[in-house]
């Protein structure tokens, strides 16, 4: 089964070549071949480096430029002139399922499939309009915002398949998709990472990663890999840290950022607290062995309403690498966790802060190696690439044709 995945990327970001690359070269093992249609406004090196990742791994890839001038109507103006490329790229390619992914991705489909009854997979990836509200101003009375959420509605509804990344993401889409959407199609799939980078790794690696950093064996190391933007709550992150730096004042901070810049005007705040932070910007292979060399990853992030229908990447590789995690409650399926593995925060308040300072401390640090290996176990049961396959494999078994291709996983994932 040829399934083209259309995609709208921005040159900031790498989801294509980091997230779903691994998983979709697994999934032609099982039958499911993908084909690749980008539409970007990445300069011409960004575009190569994306080509030659897909044909690396076998994938057809083409590109679409995206307009962006006049800056508000250039997204929509190639979204609309979009389905001409998408019909094309079906044509010549014998594709047999279109995969959007997105908003405007899916306003180019359903336009595409206008009259067509191809099958239709849209990957709703999260609440993205509603990220706009909660963290960019747009304002949900208007009508850029009003326009999207009926695109949205209606690539719930002409879909085969909805994917999701959390169970309430999932409820909130079918009940905007209305009456008669069939909750069957709504399945929930999971942001994998490959478990042989994202390891605990050996005692002896972690050292020397450790002596690269300048600390000391046994000082405890607190870790972030992330933007450093307002959603992700830098200052109550630095006043854990700074909790935790009171009752040991050996500890050290690892950010590991893309956006360096961010992190001074960060600490202007926590002054006192510069000379125990450092920050990386590492190559993507190298983030893992010094998430491994720590002792506690941070995944805080402001529980805004779209936030119940993300999948923290970074969650899973904390605890691929053994690592116990201190997150928001509410974001995405966190809750669902095992408490052996994460500190949940309600409110990030003081007295929060001070509790979860506390659990590090008294719980974690004494008992670190106990916690290695139950972070790892959950992180292979839930967000290896192993599982994210597995998540597919039951969503895409459920297309026209698919259950001759592989075996029936798992469940539908809306339960109500």
């Known amino acids: 089964m040829k399934?083209?995945?259309?995609?709208?990327?921005g040159p900031q970001v790498s989801y294509l070549e980091g997230l779903f690359l691994p998983i979709f070269r697994r999934l032609a093992d099982e039958g499911f071949v993908f084909h690749v249609l980008q539409f970007t406004w990445g300069n011409k090196q960004k575009i190569s480096r994306a080509r030659t990742a897909c044909e690396s791994s076998s994938i057809p890839y083409r590109s679409v430029r995206v307009w962006r001038r006049p800056v508000s109507a250039g997204s929509l103006l190639t979204a609309l002139y979009g389905p001409r490329a998408i019909r094309r790229t079906i044509r010549e390619w014998g594709i047999d399922v279109v995969m959007p992914r997105s908003t405007l991705p899916a306003l180019s489909t359903l336009l595409a499939l206008r009259g067509r009854s191809l099958p239709m997979v849209f990957d709703a990836d999260g609440l993205p309009i509603d990220e706009r509200v909660d963290f960019d101003g747009r304002s949900p009375s208007g009508l850029v915002y009003r326009f999207l959420r009926d695109i949205e509605a209606q690539?719930?509804?002409?879909?085969?398949?909805?994917?999701?990344?959390?169970?309430?993401?999932?409820?909130?889409?079918?009940?905007?998709a209305g009456a008669g959407t069939a909750p069957e199609r709504f399945y929930v799939v999971g942001n994998g990472r490959d478990g042989d980078p994202f390891n605990p790794q050996e005692e002896s690696y972690r050292e020397s990663v450790r002596e690269n950093l300048g600390l000391p064996r046994n000082a405890p190391l607190l870790a972030y890999a992330g933007s450093m933007g307002e959603q992700y709550c830098v200052p109550e992150m630095l006043g854990l840290f700074e909790r935790v730096l009171s009752r040991r004042p050996d500890a050290r901070l690892l950010l590991l950022t893309g956006s360096p810049e961010a992190v001074p005007p960060a600490l202007s705040s926590f002054p006192h607290l510069k000379e125990a932070v450092t920050t990386l910007s590492l190559p993507?292979?190298?983030?893992?062995?010094?998430?491994a060399a720590a002792d506690l990853?941070?995944?805080?992030?402001?529980?805004?309403?779209?936030?119940q229908a993300v999948a923290p990447i970074k969650v899973g590789e904390y605890l691929l690498c053994g690592l116990p995690v201190v997150a928001t409650s509410g974001i995405g399926d966190t809750d669902t966790l095992s408490g052996d593995v994460r500190y949940l925060l309600e409110d990030m308040s003081s007295r929060e802060l001070d509790e979860a300072a506390d659990w590090f401390v008294d719980m974690v640090l004494p008992h670190r190696e106990v916690f290695r290996d139950r972070c790892r176990h959950a992180g292979e049961a839930s967000f290896s690439l192993e599982a994210s396959v597995a998540s597919y494999l039951a969503a895409f078994t459920s297309l026209p044709g698919g259950e001759d291709l592989a075996g029936v996983a798992e469940r539908p994932v809306l339960d109500g």
């Open 3 to 9: 399934i083209l995945f259309v995609t709208w990327d």
């Open 155 to 176: 690539a719930s509804r002409r879909a085969d398949v909805v994917l999701t990344r959390s169970s309430r993401g999932g409820q909130i889409l079918h009940a905007r």
């Open 284 to 291: 993507p292979d190298q983030v893992p062995g010094y998430l």
């Open 297 to 307: 990853g941070l995944a805080l992030r402001s529980p805004k309403f779209s936030m």
